[in-house]
């Protein structure tokens, strides 16, 4: 399975992020519409297979650019807002770079480093994660340290970062569960509710592109259910390349 790198961030998704979290007028660089509005309001608005063969053929002397999907939701719909993050297994691999932290001793702590966590530790991890010590994307415990880190709930928690047997974070098989960290793809929102995501490159077949986002998209769907949102979470979708204008996508719900 090919795959791709890329950065944790990026000035196109930042400027993604101001303009769609403005809710104004069109900006004239990501040429997005006003947040306010409704998907059938929405100047420009068609499917995702037109809109994605707009982005091919403006593209087409630049195959490595990427492909970007912006996906406005509706916080006020919830009953508390929470931040929005969550990982899927795509059609086709987007390698993300992500930093993994493991709170394990021992021979798990051996095990944890051997398979590819870059930070590691026991008790004084846990005073240095406390301290604002580390910079990290993925968090997994053992049981035999889960009591010292549930102290950490109020800091993990509203970064979406909190160990939990549920998420199967809280384990021993630590080798496992790494690589299927390391496998997954990350989704995540702005605090604006914004999530911007890469669904793969101008070259790559349709097909793979659209099952990329379709994958993304069930999962939104499924995050809604988790926060006991019955409609109107998401308010908006758009699709572009890496330095195009936004596309707005219609039949997203």
Known sequence: MSSILIARTTPTVAAASRTLAAGGAAFAHRNYASARKGPASLPGAMTFKDALAIIKAKEVGKPN????????????VEKHSQPIRSSVLLQKAIKQDSVI????????????????AQIVGGAELVK?????????????????MFPAVTKLARILGPKGLMPTAKKGTVTEDIEGVIKAQT????????????VHT??????????DIE???QIIMDQMKILAQERFVKRDWIKNVYISSTHGPGIPLINHS
């Open 198 to 207: 890469i669904i793969g490159k101008v070259n790559w077949d349709p097909k």
């Open 65 to 76: 650019h990427l492909v970007e999907v912006h996906i406005q939701t509706n916080p006020k």
């Open 183 to 194: 496998a997954a793809f990350d989704i995540r929102g702005d605090k604006h509710g914004v």
């Open 101 to 116: 932290l493991v709170f394990a001793e021992g021979t798990f702590a051996d095990v944890a480093r051997a398979s590819g």
């Open 211 to 213: 099952s990329n986002y």
């Open 128 to 144: 240095e994660v406390e301290e604002g010590k580390h910079k990290f994307d993925k968090c997994i415990s053992t049981p035999g």
